[in-house]
């Protein structure tokens, strides 16, 4: 099954109320089982360059099915994934994007959220996965 | 001006009804006026390609402050703007993206709409653009 | 021999002040002998999406050693260059981009004049050329 | 509010001078509010590659409204944000990149320098800076 418009606009307005109760204007971005963008929306005010980071984490949580910030810790120097940053266009390897699962346990898309420090973009990612599970 | 998140919102809301009013499941994309991605929203079952298209759309009128199709009257083979399409990271020439203005008739943005037919395409962006007007 | 940053100025200052007679606001970019971006000017209201042709007039001139409107010409449908503009990373082969030379006739570099019609874009780059000769 | 074409050119004509003074030539790159490219100057003998990384400099400072180097503190290996550099197109995340102010403390812009070593880089593009306060 592949995420709705209906679910993506819910997941962005839960995720939106969150970041307007932190006060950190985001941006919000979710895609769909094939990793192409299915809903985007950045708040006035919001960082300009965390645009492309937003759709990034969402891609780069939905590429390999698990938070982005898990891909970070495998791609320091050292680490078994070092620089795998550089496939796919550009990943994003740190917090705010998170796989988005339906009722089964099946991921039907992803979410990434940029525009505050990792753990608050993390934050607003989570009330977004939240919003899916009511 | 910019446009803020709130008049973005109204015209994809606008301009999704026309689009499930017609029956044709469409991406509609808005841009800033610095031409940077405000909203997206893809419809379900609307066209994959037409995902890119509709961001391009919306950014090739803003870049030029004219609707996308009037670039297209100027870009074909013998014209004076022939193969301008290789610009600016590809440009969309036909229509279904149009400036957005204040009611001072400054431009803010921009709507681009793609999933139709080109004349749908068009329908669809223009009533994003009459919501802006309310 | 190159192209120094004083007779770049001295070339935009030209250009701008023939676009500013004509009441036309352009991009007007310079490139170098290496077909690298020397100087750049985007007047105050013209379009966005001029930046990037008014580079890649300029490189198209350099790139070729001719006025850029002189390989569209030769590249419409049927042509013997026929679709160049895809090569390197997108030429414009409208009017607009001359090539620069200096008192021996050697080339040292491209103007590429782009925010109006082609014809003005072309008076616009004559303008930049002539302070050359000076 | 926007950056103008005059404020611009001012603002080179500082970094410039400043350049002179320490002996070092530079790339310089304004970017407008929307992380567009408003002006640019490249110094005789200043380093090609720095061209690039002037301008992704310019676009880093106003893409997260802070100096680019502000960004480098937190991209480090075990940094929250680990290899950001591979977003938007590039960023560059070393000194040299600081946001435009006007009067009210929007920002309307911002600037980047590259050609010497990150210290001159940012001392140069602090000189621009200071020529917008005038």
């Known amino acids: 099954m592949n995420i709705t418009?209906?679910?993506a606009e819910a997941i962005s307005l839960a995720a939106k109320q969150k970041a307007?109760?932190?006060?950190?204007p985001m941006n919000i971005a979710i895609v769909d089982e094939g990793a192409n963008?299915?809903?985007?929306?950045?708040?006035?005010?919001?960082?300009l360059g965390s645009l492309d980071i937003s759709i990034k984490k969402a891609k780069t949580a939905r590429f390999f099915d698990m938070p982005s910030g898990d891909i970070g810790t495998l791609s320091q120097p050292g680490?078994?994934?070092y620089n795998i940053e550089v496939s796919n266009g550009g990943l994003i390897s740190f917090?705010?994007?998170i796989p988005l699962k339906d009722g089964?346990?099946?991921?039907?898309?992803a979410i990434g959220v940029s525009g505050g420090s990792v753990e608050?973009?993390?934050?607003v990612a989570s009330a977004?996965?939240?919003?899916?599970m009511l």
């Open 5 to 7: 418009l209906e679910q």
């Open 79 to 81: 680490g078994p994934l």
């Open 128 to 132: 977004g996965v939240a919003a899916l």
């Open 120 to 123: 608050q973009d993390h934050q």
């Open 20 to 24: 307007k109760e932190i006060g950190v």
């Open 37 to 47: 963008l299915k809903a985007f929306h950045r708040m006035d005010k919001a960082w």
């Open 104 to 109: 089964s346990g099946e991921i039907i898309g």
């Open 95 to 97: 917090p705010g994007g």
